[in-house]
């Protein structure tokens, strides 16, 4: 969930109470839980993820509301799937966004064909972007979920909000959730009003299973009150990188984003060639 949204999806979610750690150390006292390899007391499978994702190279599938994904990071490339390998149709593989080359693709379908569109980085602040293809969207998109950002909070394509503090390493406890018990270490990210007095915090749960990383939860805590914002499952997380996975299987017709041009009025993008295929053609 992006930051951007985090205050708004508070005011809606329901509230419930948990206890919170005894001898909680506020956000500017403890270091970022992204500074070093490991706190005391921190699960030993922290320093793995946050390892791992410094890398570079990782490939990590996750859930987010029953929702499927996959974030894959080579080379400085990044790519967004949609569904799990092998599913069937419905919940197949399916290509969302990607970053490579100096270049931002998004994809969706029409009448079930999957395109894409093409935009240079240079280019993605541009005030005449057609504002229906949310370009903004696509970096938050292709960025490491915010709950797993408290392991590698120099995230190159997101930005914390201005409002946060960095995520700290707080302690560790048992925590249940869905009738099943995990040791989880706790984070905490304050939030500052514009006069810097202190608003709250979010509170970062990352519970382990087996030594591995299975799920992040996040809280809002206002006092003593706990809101539950969203649970992030960690079905896999390597450096295994699928073959050839940054370019698609069949050729997918890309079109340069839509910037105000004679193109745009009459709803006919300009084509660039293709992705995919074997072969990436697209310039």
Not at 127 to 134: C, M, W
Not at 240 to 260: E, H, L, N, S
């Given at each position: ?20 750690a ?10 970022s839980a ?12 922290a ?6 994702l ?7 599938a ?9 974030l894959?990071?080579q080379?400085?490339?990044?790519l ?10 419905a919940?197949a593989?399916?290509?969302k ?6 270049n931002?693709?998004?994809?969706d379908?029409?009448n ?11 280019a ?28 590698f909070?120099d ?10 503090t ?5 302690g560790?406890?048992?925590?249940t959730?869905?009738?099943k018990t ?12 514009q006069a810097g007095?202190?608003a ?9 299973s ?7 939860q996040k ?25 050839d996975?940054?370019t698609?299987k ?9 910037m ?19 072969k990436?053609d697209?310039?």
């Amino acid at each position: 969930m992006r930051a951007r949204k985090i205050l708004a999806l508070a005011g809606c979610a329901a509230l419930l109470t948990i206890p919170l750690a005894a001898g909680t150390a506020a956000a500017e006292d403890v270091p970022s839980a992204a500074s070093a390899s490991a706190q005391p007391g921190e699960q030993a499978g922290a320093a793995e993820v946050r390892a791992l994702l410094a890398s570079g190279t990782f490939c990590v599938a996750y859930t987010r509301d029953d929702e499927p994904f996959r974030l894959i990071a080579q080379d400085g490339k990044r790519l967004l799937q949609t569904g799990r390998e092998g599913g069937k149709k419905a919940n197949a593989i399916q290509y969302k966004a990607l970053y490579m080359d100096g270049n931002y693709y998004q994809f969706d379908s029409d009448n079930g064909k999957l395109y894409a569109r093409i935009l240079p980085e240079r280019a993605l602040t541009s005030p005449v972007l057609n504002p229906e293809e949310n370009w903004q969207d696509v970096p938050d998109d292709l960025a490491l979920p915010e709950e797993l950002r408290i392991f590698f909070a120099d995230e190159m394509f997101a930005q914390r909000a201005p409002s946060l503090t960095a995520p700290v390493y707080e302690g560790s406890t048992d925590v249940t959730v869905a009738d099943k018990t995990y040791r989880g270490d706790l984070y905490r990210s304050a939030i500052r009003t514009q006069a810097g007095t202190d608003a709250g915090f979010l509170r970062y749960t990352a519970a382990y299973s087996g030594g591995k990383l299975a799920l992040v939860q996040k809280h809002l805590v206002k006092g003593d009150q706990a809101t539950l914002l969203e649970t992030v499952r960690i079905e896999s997380l390597s450096n295994q990188i699928p073959v050839d996975v940054f370019t698609p299987k069949t050729a997918v017709p890309v079109y340069k984003a839509g910037m105000g041009g004679m193109n745009d009025l009459l709803g006919a993008p300009e084509s660039v060639g293709t992705i995919g295929g074997g072969k990436a053609d697209a310039k």
